[in-house]
């Protein structure tokens, strides 16, 4: 009758399919369990004798019981049990045997029933991991899996517990292949594939034929080794026959085998042809003693590529650049992995491009790890956010590949690298984190047009990470028409950063409008710098509305205004972050403060108090939200011309009021307000070329009243 072959991967091959385990031992307080081997069986293995005596070599294997923290003594009992599927041989226990683990009788053995043996201590065993006995075990299997006896302790100073004995696999063999390898369509090779006996003489002793069979539009390319180890050593070869889909196999076991045997079929080829269906290819391996079993043997891939991260998405500090000091190895991305699903992906000697965020520059590239691949860089382009590359492979190519990256001071957020080209290489991965160096806190104080030395609130300056705010000057640079009155109180609050002076100076056309503190020592751990006291005066032409200051100095180490120096540097970016210092409450001559806005959906008339104004594009509803270009939501809530940025790179639209900083990316349900994530139901949008956005959000975090009346379709902004 045919026996089933059982079909596993190497790795649960070595969890118990080869050679029998080595000794397991147990320890508990009171007593030592020595499991000597747990061999793999047939899951119906027997013990059972047709005839004569039983001796130790019958035995699955064998249990040692030591004494340890206690001995045992006469009359002594405890108990072993099995679990469903695995039983006693009666007649091994006939009677009350005795077995000794010396010369001298120690426990009389008792059959009780098919799950359970009883043991009776015939002599004093001291404690101090001495043995009590060497208990050999004959039983019958009929079931899969790890076997298990459990002790139970009755009377005796024993400690319970169950231990494994043995594993019982179905089938009469397993087979395994050392390594499943992705194909694609041609020849290719096959790892080696291994066919072991699950118990002695599983395969038989007659003459074997053992039949390997692969799916359709895949064939065998040519006649491969077959060896014989183990139990199997010298059996005969008679024949190995390719043919199309099927492998055939014969070969006449060698008599009296003691051991498990294997079969190893080595230097496989198949050939695949272009019309194979992608996934797994699977043989279906069948034999005289075998029925039909399932072996995945090899992937076929389609051609491609995969891009993948070796490590963590590290943290690039924005504005550090190697020529200001900075380790060049604090500016470098994750490593990016790129890898033939099969071989000839990648069109050898085509271009394969790299590219950036436009607020990114590469300072250097580096490549590792090649295999079956070789490089040439083609460059970079103008703004140095791309880099090209041609790539030669022989075989399945796989490499390595990171950069070195210069972020522009004032930009944070994900850098993405976005990989195309016509080498076949095609992706995209977000390979770093840029964040800003420090961070800014100002509660913006309410201020009037024509008072001069009107006090601020309390400037903290944090650092993100330490030496963040480098040796040089720290600098807060107002607008032109803004001055500082005199020079605040600076001091360092936390962290170890030292500031030697502190000063005032003048900046585009300004007068006193720039704060200056000259740092003699850069931090070891992140610092906070408290600015208080500080005074400003307006000149007539501030308009109503924040008053935004930049913060800048030496910290920023990539930037330019040297036409030389462009290469990995940005042209006149000198500050770190804007932020919102004042707001001016009072009008300048000529100037009047935010009113009551009615919007109409549809309708590209709109009004502002009592005055009717033309918009050039008209509200509407989408998905239960009413969305405006962002002129005129900033308009409706107060934000002037000069507090509405855009950036076309990330696509994210940034207003300023007051103490409030408000952004939206273009698709994003995501609102920030001062860097706090808001979630939306709504995203921006970019609508025929405008920018739209979701007029209640931007003007509730903005702080002002917004109405919808759904009789007359319209929204009110005060």
């Known amino acids: 009758m045919n026996k089933s072959l059982k079909v596993m991967t190497s790795a649960a091959l070595l969890a118990g399919v080869v050679a029998p385990v080595a000794v397991t031992t147990v320890d508990a307080a009171n007593s030592k369990v020595i499991v000597e081997k747990t061999p793999t069986v047939a899951k119906d293995y027997d013990s059972t004798k047709a005839s004569g005596s039983y001796q130790n070599s019958d035995a699955i294997t064998h249990v040692v019981f030591q004494t340890d923290d206690a001995g045992v003594y006469t009359g002594d009992r405890f108990r072993l049990t099995l679990p469903d599927g695995v039983k006693f041989v009666e007649e091994a226990y006939d009677g009350a045997r005795a077995y000794a683990f010396t010369t001298q009788d120690k426990v009389q053995v008792k059959y009780v029933s098919e799950q359970t043996l009883e043991l009776e201590i015939t002599d004093n065993v001291a404690s101090g991991k001495q043995n009590i006995v060497r208990l050999p075990l004959f039983v019958e299997v009929d079931t899969t899996g790890e076997l298990k006896f459990t002790v139970d302790p ?354 585009d056309n300004g007068d006193d409008n720039v704060l200056e503190l000259k740092v003699k020592g850069e931090s070891t751990k992140p610092s906070k710098i408290k600015i208080s006291g500080a005074k400003i005066t307006l000149d007539r032409t501030v308009p109503v509305g924040p008053i935004v200051a930049k913060l800048g100095g030496d910290l920023v180490q990539n930037t330019t205004d040297d036409a030389v120096d462009y290469d990995t540097k940005f042209e006149d970016k000198d500050f770190v972050s804007k932020f919102v210092i004042a707001n001016v409450v009072t009008p300048a001559p000529g100037q009047s403060v935010a009113q009551e806005v009615k919007f109409t959906i549809g309708s590209t008339t709109y009004t502002v108090g009592d005055e009717e104004k033309t918009m050039d594009v008209a509200p509407f509803v989408e998905g239960g939200r009413a969305y405006m270009p962002i002129r005129y939501v900033a308009e409706a809530v107060g934000v002037s011309k000069d507090s509405i940025f855009w950036d076309q790179a990330t696509q994210t639209a940034t207003l300023i009021k007051g103490d409030r900083v408000v952004q939206l990316t273009a698709g994003s349900k995501s609102l920030k307000i001062n860097g706090a994530s808001i979630a939306m139901d709504a995203a921006a949008q970019v609508k025929d070329g405008r920018v739209v956005l979701p007029i209640r959000f931007v003007g509730q975090a903005l702080g002002a009243n917004v109405d919808w009346n759904q009789a007359d379709q319209t929204v009110t902004v005060k």
């Open 154 to 507: 009755l009377d005796s100073s024993l400690t319970a517990g169950t231990y494994t004995f043995a594993v019982a696999q179905g089938g009469s063999a397993t087979a395994t292949i050392e390594k499943v390898s992705s194909v694609g369509s041609g020849v290719s090779p096959l790892s080696v594939i291994r066919i072991d006996e699950n118990a002695v003489n599983a395969l038989g002793k007659d003459q074997q034929t053992i039949t390997l069979k692969l799916p359709n539009n895949v064939e065998w390319n040519n006649t491969p080794t077959v060896e014989f180890t183990g139990g199997l050593t010298g059996s005969t070869l008679v024949s190995v026959t390719p043919s199309g889909r099927t492998l055939t196999i014969k070969f006449d076991p060698t008599d009296n085998r003691t051991a498990r045997g294997s079969i190893f079929i080595k230097n496989a080829e198949i050939d695949v042809d272009e019309d194979a269906k992608f996934g797994e290819i699977v043989v279906d391996i069948t034999g005289t003693e075998v029925d039909s079993q399932d072996l995945v043997v090899a992937e076929y891939a389609d051609y491609g590529v995969s891009i993948t991260l070796e490590n963590e998405v590290p943290e690039i500090v924005a504005g550090a650049h190697p020529d200001g000091g900075a380790d060049k190895d604090d500016l470098v991305t994750a490593k990016i992995k790129i890898k033939e699903n099969v071989a000839d992906s990648i069109a050898s000697g085509r271009e394969t491009k790299v590219e950036f965020p436009s607020w990114v520059k590469i300072i250097d590239v580096k490549t590792s790890d090649e295999k079956n691949v070789s490089f040439s860089k083609t460059g970079f382009n103008k703004d140095k956010n791309e880099f090209k590359f041609t790539a030669t492979t022989s075989g399945k190519a796989e490499f390595v590949v990171k950069f070195y990256l210069s972020v522009q001071a004032d930009k944070a957020g994900d850098i993405t690298a976005k990989i195309s080209g016509r080498a076949g290489i095609e992706g995209e991965a977000v390979v770093a984190k840029a964040i800003a160096p420090v961070s800014v806190e100002v509660k913006a104080a309410d201020l009037q047009i024509g008072q001069k030395d009107q006090t601020l609130a309390d400037i903290i300056i944090t650092e993100n990470v330490k030496e963040a705010i480098k040796d040089g000057k720290l600098k807060i640079t107002l607008p032109s028409n803004v001055s500082f009155s005199e020079e605040p109180t600076v001091e360092v609050v936390e962290g170890n950063i030292e500031i030697d002076d502190v000063a005032l100076a003048d900046y």
